[in-house]
């Protein structure tokens, strides 16, 4: 089957799941949901403000807003978040780059061998069920109390969404298309490339937003039950002390990295599945 075949089955939208006549979504409309998210967050700062200093609720519950900021503000200028936050990072990175390289290929391999999938599949439901941060303390006395850990925890932890994802949208096939590129004579493996693999990015993808999340959490986890450095280390040191605003400074940090990570992940899968996504 030449490419040019190739091409002419695959020119119109693998999945589609906009259509035509949609809407979408103006420059103004945008501008103002985000002052509406901003002005939210305000008023929830403002009156978190006033209970914690009207003495209705003890600072060592719910510290101002103002304490929380200011000693962001100091962990920051000082540089005391940036080392472990990179080891963290690091960690975290590693962990899902490895998962996702895994889990990629061995989804793609079962979904190849459905009989192997068969046997396989109960296996990687049970442990996946499987709590992990039941198996982080078994990792860290298997690899050690390095950063060795937490990469394995990550892996283990973002291996089994992209794993899922990947054969979900392998297993759902168009079933038209394929056809008429067997009817022109394309090989098994040009069948896989050119329909099946591109009609399951957008299920790849969910498992990969997934994972990604997961990725900070796994490191998280590891450093709580004992891998060494990283910011959830830092963090349990802040609860030791009693140190509430400075808790609360880690989880800003932690969640400006996850909402950076989240629209990372999203400018990636629309230069990826550029033909999937709705309009708006």
Same mark, same amino acid.
């Given at each position: 089957?030449?490419?040019?075949?190739?091409?002419?089955?695959?020119?119109?939208?693998?999945?589609?799941?906009?259509?035509? +006549?949609?809407?979408?979504?103006?420059?103004?409309?945008?501008?103002?949901?985000? %002052?509406?998210?901003?002005?939210?967050?305000?008023?929830?700062?403002?009156?978190? /403000?006033?209970?914690?200093?009207?003495?209705?609720?003890?600072?060592?519950?719910?510290?101002?807003?103002?304490? =929380?900021?200011?000693?962001?503000?100091?962990?920051?200028?000082?540089?005391?978040?940036?080392?472990?936050?990179?080891?963290?990072?690091?960690?975290?990175?590693?962990?899902?780059?490895?998962?996702?390289?895994? %889990?990629?290929?061995?989804? %793609?391999?079962?979904?190849?061998?459905?009989?192997? /999938?068969?046997?396989?599949?109960?296996?990687?439901?049970?442990?996946?069920?499987?709590? &992990?941060? *039941?198996?982080?303390?078994?990792?860290?006395?298997?690899?050690?109390? +390095? =950063?060795?850990?937490? =990469?394995?925890?990550?892996?283990?932890?973002? !291996?089994?969404?992209?794993?899922?994802?990947?054969?979900? +949208?392998? @297993?759902?096939?168009?079933?038209?298309?394929? /056809?008429?590129?067997?009817?022109?004579?394309?090989?098994?493996?040009?069948?896989? @490339?050119?329909?099946?693999?591109?009609? #399951?990015?957008?299920?790849? !993808? *969910?498992?990969?937003?997934?994972?990604?999340?997961?990725?900070?959490?796994?490191?998280?986890? *590891?450093?709580?039950?004992?891998?060494?450095?990283?910011?959830?280390?830092?963090?349990? /040191?802040?609860?030791?002390?009693?140190?509430?605003? +400075?808790?609360?400074?880690?989880?800003?940090?932690? &969640?400006?990295?996850?909402?950076?990570?989240?629209?990372?992940?999203?400018?990636?899968?629309? @230069?990826?599945?550029?033909? #999937?996504?709705?309009?708006?």
């Amino acid at each position: 089957m030449t490419n040019d075949m190739i091409s002419a089955v695959t020119t119109e939208n693998p999945v589609s799941s906009a259509e035509p +006549g949609e809407p979408r979504i103006s420059s103004r409309t945008r501008l103002v949901n985000a %002052g509406l998210s901003v002005l939210l967050l305000v008023v929830v700062l403002g009156v978190l /403000e006033a209970v914690s200093r009207s003495g209705l609720v003890s600072i060592l519950l719910v510290p101002p807003p103002s304490a =929380i900021f200011s000693t962001l503000w100091g962990g920051l200028t000082s540089g005391i978040y940036w080392l472990p936050l990179f080891d963290s990072l690091w960690a975290g990175f590693s962990g899902f780059l490895i998962a996702a390289l895994l %889990g990629f290929t061995i989804g %793609g391999l079962l979904a190849s061998l459905p009989r192997l /999938e068969r046997i396989l599949f109960p296996y990687v439901v049970a442990f996946q069920s499987t709590p &992990m941060i *039941a198996i982080a303390p078994l990792i860290i006395i298997w690899v050690g109390f +390095g =950063i060795q850990s937490k =990469i394995v925890v990550v892996t283990v932890v973002c !291996f089994f969404p992209i794993l899922v994802n990947t054969l979900q +949208g392998l @297993r759902l096939r168009d079933r038209d298309r394929q /056809e008429l590129a067997i009817a022109l004579g394309a090989t098994r493996w040009q069948v896989f @490339r050119y329909i099946r693999l591109p009609g #399951s990015m957008p299920y790849v !993808f *969910a498992g990969l937003h997934v994972s990604a999340i997961f990725a900070l959490i796994g490191a998280i986890v *590891a450093e709580f039950v004992g891998a060494r450095g990283g910011i959830g280390t830092m963090m349990n /040191e802040q609860r030791a002390l009693f140190n509430v605003p +400075g808790v609360f400074a880690i989880l800003i940090i932690l &969640m400006v990295v996850g909402l950076t990570v989240n629209l990372l992940m999203k400018a990636l899968e629309r @230069r990826v599945t550029f033909w #999937s996504r709705e309009k708006n």
